[in-house]
């Protein structure tokens, strides 16, 4: 049983990825759809506050925290830096399993 996926801003139904734009905002990652991202977001992004999470740039984005996460084993760079990037890989894959993965491309 696929369960729906709401818009947080419009409150429709999402129906499939390409649509689908997860932002991190409030503490919580959020469902909207593109055009409703744009419309209303996009502006609020003092409040809101951050880049879509998934899409390239979300997936660009996780890909280098990947990589700098390493960086504080290998140098004196603090382990703040480990935290922080790990954080990002992590809330892109629980952008993908909770949300991405239910939507058909
Ligand atoms: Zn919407």
């Known amino acids: 049983m696929k369960k729906e996926m709401h818009c947080e801003s419009c409150l429709m139904p999402i129906k499939t990825r390409d649509d689908l734009i997860t932002v991190w905002a409030f503490f919580k990652v959020r469902p ?3 055009s409703c991202y744009e419309n209303s977001l996009k502006g609020a992004a003092l409040f809101v ?5 998934n899409g ?6 996780a890909f280098v925290a990947f990589i700098l996460a ?6 004196d760079v603090t382990w703040g830096l480990t ?3 790990v954080f990002i890989v992590l809330m892109r894959l629980y952008s993908f399993i909770r949300f ?3 939507l058909s491309l």
């Open 32 to 34: 909207y759809h593109r």
């Open 49 to 53: 506050g951050n880049q879509p999470i």
């Open 56 to 61: 390239f740039s979300g997936n660009f984005t």
């Open 70 to 75: 390493w960086i504080p084993l290998f140098t």
């Open 83 to 85: 935290v922080v990037c």
């Open 100 to 102: 991405e993965k239910k």
